[in-house]
């Protein structure tokens, strides 16, 4: 079968640095996606990793181990408007995206 | 191109009714994929086309639900004798001929509420 797992809600702080895990179970794996989805919006891309490895764009870091089906998203110098939801996907052979529930990421000052 | 496109953004209809939304992918996209997200929850994958060859249905989806793609440019979603447990975001997507991951693309989804 296949499933993906990932903390359905975080909490941190203005500035500080948050990872956000993602473990998955599949036959069949393409890459891993994150996306960002604010409340009542479509999710927007974040990145995404097919090979294992860190992947950096500006305050945004995805990993990615497929040996140990796992990834995790680092967000540093956090923002308020940083607070959403963040969606761990993986991408299957099929073409099709299976996502994690999402993890509610909550910033406070 | 102005990405993928979704009408209408928002719509309530009375429980019992039928309702069609439409999704404009990006033009050199041949793949298109139907998701649905209720509150909570990440997406569901729904069904997807390449080109107008319906390819992939999840069992997620009961036989009041119907997609088209015609003429393999945009598609339709059919729901019908809706239900409350309907009510949902229902999202688009699109990605390049080869199914690439790189330029997986979502519109701005259309939010049902059944009343």
């Known amino acids: 079968g296949q499933n993906i797992d990932q903390p359905t809600e975080m909490t941190a702080t203005e500035g500080a640095i948050v990872q956000i895990n993602c473990t998955y179970q599949t036959s069949g794996f393409n890459g891993l996606f994150w996306y960002q989805q604010h409340a009542g919006e479509a999710p927007t891309f974040l990145s995404y990793?097919?090979?294992?490895g860190l992947e950096e764009k500006g305050r945004f870091s995805s990993f990615l181990s497929r040996s140990k089906g796992y990834s995790y998203l680092l967000l540093k110098e956090l923002q308020m408007k940083d607070s959403a939801s963040y969606l761990c996907a993986f991408y299957n052979q099929g073409g099709k995206l299976i996502f994690g529930q999402g993890t509610e990421l909550s910033v406070k000052p | 191109d102005t990405g993928v496109s979704q009408d209408p953004r928002h719509k309530i209809t009375k429980r019992g009714q039928n309702v069609t939304f439409r999704c404009d992918p990006i033009s050199e996209h041949n793949r298109l994929y139907w998701y649905r997200q209720t509150l909570g929850q990440g997406p569901e994958f729904l069904t997807y086309?390449?080109?107008?060859?319906?390819?992939?249905k999840s069992r997620l989806l009961s036989d009041r639900f119907s997609a088209e793609r015609p003429k393999g440019s945009f598609s339709t979603l059919e729901i019908q004798r809706t239900e409350q447990g309907d009510s949902a975001m229902y999202l688009c997507?699109?990605?390049?001929?080869?199914?690439?991951?790189?330029?997986?693309?979502f519109g701005s989804g259309t939010r049902l509420t059944v009343v």
């Open positions: 990793n097919v090979l294992d």
């Open positions: 086309f390449q080109n107008e060859a319906q390819l992939e």
């Open positions: 997507a699109s990605s390049p001929t080869d199914g690439s991951a790189q330029g997986y693309t």
